[in-house]
């Protein structure tokens, strides 16, 4: 009897959750076109289809609803049995900073899998500035941060360069010949950046919010009134870039990576810095 494929239904179950083929492409750091033909042979396996278009839309089968229950079934007896031999005594409490621009990626993208690898460890999450996430992991509060580097004094390990891109709702334009409204968020580097970068092109803006946290800004740019400078991988389906205002003279980005507290041994804090660095590091390979 021919086997199913535990990639073809890691990949699978990835497209359920992702929403459609591109983003499971990103999520499994495959080609999308490489996804693709793996669903093309879990239907040659299966002997059914387990797709049907809709439109530009792909859409599940009952066949590929079913395939799928039994897909997660599988690959949780399987990643509960490589984390059974492979770290039995992995156990204890984690505390994990995230800076807020990367909250999203981290629990959509990044963290997706950990669990099923190490289902003894438990992770407590924290999103803050990089600035305070910064200060807790030195001071031992936090074992781990995913921050910005804002200059050399930071001690964090390179994992990543983020591209900044001016963000807008999907629903709103925004004019050339008028001021644009911007929202930055207090206190933060990105937000005096986003200002320095509209004056050094000459473009007219006007401040006219000042979010509380990243969470605010977010919300004030799906709601349409205001344009801003974030993550480009903080642009949330809602919305949609401001394609005259992301040229090149108003490009930039941001090296960010991992810092761990001082004397950081115990093999739970190293097994997920290990995780974090790995997955960027085959993010960085796929984006080559």
């Not at 909250?103 to 690898?117: M, P, Q, S």
């Not at 289902?119 to 600035?131: E, G, H």
């Not at 360069?161 to 050339?176: D, G, N, Q, R, Y």
Request: hydrophobic share 40%; glycine share 4%; net charge negative.
């Amino acid at each position: 009897m021919t086997n199913f494929d535990l990639d073809q239904l890691r990949t699978l179950v990835a497209i359920v959750d992702c929403g459609n083929f591109a983003a499971a492409a990103n999520s499994v750091h495959r080609t999308q076109s490489a996804v693709s033909m793996q669903m093309k042979k879990l239907e040659e396996v299966s002997g059914v289809s387990l797709f049907q278009k809709k439109g530009r839309r792909h859409e599940l089968t009952t066949h590929g609803l079913t395939l799928v229950s039994y897909a997660r079934q599988m690959l949780q007896l399987n990643d509960e049995a490589l984390a059974h031999f492979h770290c039995p005594d992995m156990n204890g409490l984690v505390k994990l900073g995230v800076c807020d621009d990367y909250v999203n990626l981290v629990f959509r993208r990044i963290l997706n899998g950990f669990t099923e690898r190490y289902p003894n460890l438990q992770l407590s999450v924290q999103s803050n500035s990089s600035q305070r996430l910064l200060r807790q992991v030195v001071d031992g509060r936090l074992d781990l941060a995913l921050i910005n580097i804002h200059d050399n004094t930071y001690p964090a390990t390179p994992l990543f360069t983020e591209k900044l891109v001016w963000a807008k709702s999907k629903h709103v334009t925004f004019c050339k010949d008028r001021p644009i409204p911007i929202a930055i968020e207090s206190d933060c580097r990105w937000g005096r950046l986003a200002l320095e970068l509209l004056d050094r092109a000459g473009v007219p803006y006007q401040v006219v919010l000042s979010a509380a946290d990243f969470h605010g800004l977010n919300a004030a740019i799906e709601s349409g009134m205001v344009v801003s400078l974030i993550a480009a991988c903080s642009v949330t389906d809602k919305m949609d870039l401001l394609d005259w205002l992301n040229n090149d003279n108003l490009e930039t980005s941001i090296a960010s990576g991992l810092c761990l507290k001082p004397g950081a041994s115990e093999p739970a804090v190293l097994a997920l810095s290990d995780y974090i660095t790995e997955w960027y590091l085959r993010r960085n390979q796929t984006a080559a």
